[in-house]
């Protein structure tokens, strides 16, 4: 999808700790402004047919570990404007998390968590009216992110805390299936031609100790079996996942020190067969977010403790450009989150 005559593409980065989306030109990175919106946004997700964003907010003040007050909205933003559209309620709903649209059914997807609602869900919003559709129960209290099939079918929602994937029949509107995940897992993509599902795991549920810990892999689904067909060995754990447009696995590999704090981390690049490994660039502390450019030349590595974005050129595998979002303590920064890219 081209851009109309004279607009530039936009770079959008959440800051949850700014409580802001930051916006920037997306060929020079010339910072183009802020648009405050509702504490602490999350998650981005690009709506290129209606040229809007859809932003999640998680929590009032804390993290997915250690939460305060929870927050319900969904807000909808113009982002070559650079205005808050419009702020959607899910009350009673607590907590969106992850987000996936079907554009063509006009369907957002957001994940929440147990509430007085009922237990950790996916509700379906229609994008037309913003009111919620749907509401499908995940069988766990906190599902993080969603991905689902290009045709809009199914539906896979990784369970951060719960030692499952659910699989999620959006046509029946019901949980059809559990793929086991023993250590949790964080973000989940699906191939290009709907075949594969690809999820990385941080680890989360572990015995003390590094002897104890679980290798750091990569799993690959087969979506129509929903079967694990394959385990890729990764450097460090897992957290963003990421599929360019031509089926490139993009991974955010989490590194710590030897006393457990976050440590520079990197992007891994992986072929979309053979899931060879094709390079690694370094990222910055907590990779927490991964997206491409639609011609797929290059990657946003948002890098959450570090309050940075680095910028790679998937061509040449190097990291053309560091953008500052909001650096701060590293200990407690969200300062880059969520990422989105239109043109």
């Not at 609602?117 to 069988?139: C, F, H, N, Q, S």
């Not at 999620?168 to 594969?196: K, N, Q």
């Not at 599902?197 to 680890?203: I, S, T």
Request: proline share 8%.
């Amino acid at each position: 999808m081209s851009s109309p005559a004279g607009r530039r593409p936009v770079l959008a980065v959440v800051t949850s700790t700014g409580e802001a989306v930051r916006f920037f030109d997306g060929l020079t990175y010339e910072q183009l402004g802020d648009l405050t919106v509702p504490a602490q946004p999350h998650e981005l997700m690009a709506d290129a047919a209606a040229n809007l964003l859809y932003a999640s907010h998680t929590y009032r003040s804390g993290v997915y570990t250690n939460p305060g007050q929870k927050a319900h909205e969904i807000s909808v933003i113009d982002p070559f404007r650079q205005e808050l559209v419009d702020v959607v309620s899910l009350t009673p709903e607590e907590a969106p998390h992850g987000l996936a649209l079907d554009a063509g059914r006009h369907r957002l997807y957001a994940t929440v968590e147990a509430g007085p609602a009922g237990g950790g869900a996916v509700i379906a919003l229609d994008t037309i009216t913003r009111k919620p559709t749907g509401r499908i129960e995940v069988g766990a209290r906190g599902p993080h992110w969603f991905a689902i099939t290009p045709d809009g079918r199914k539906g896979y929602a990784t369970n951060k805390g719960t030692p499952f994937i659910s699989v999620l029949d959006l046509v029946r509107c019901e949980l059809s299936g559990r793929i086991p995940a023993p250590y949790g897992a964080e973000e989940v993509a699906i191939s290009p031609d709907g075949r594969r599902a690809y999820v990385a795991g941080m680890a989360l549920h572990r015995d003390s100790g590094a002897a104890s810990r679980p290798t750091a892999t990569m799993m690959v689904i087969d979506t129509a079996t929903d079967d694990v067909v394959d385990r890729i060995p990764l450097d460090a754990p897992g957290c963003p996942i990421h599929i360019a447009p031509d089926g490139r696995i993009l991974v955010g590999l989490a590194r710590t020190d030897q006393a457990g704090r976050p440590d520079n981390g990197q992007l891994a690049v992986f072929s979309p067969d053979t899931h060879a490994p094709r390079f690694s660039v370094p990222a910055g502390q907590m990779p927490i977010t991964i997206r491409t450019t639609p011609d797929g030349n290059r990657a946003f590595v948002a890098n959450l403790r570090s309050g940075t974005v680095t910028v790679v050129d998937l061509a040449s595998g190097e990291v053309q450009q560091i953008l500052d979002i909001d650096p701060g303590d590293p200990a407690q920064n969200q300062g880059a989150h969520g990422i989105a890219y239109l043109e």
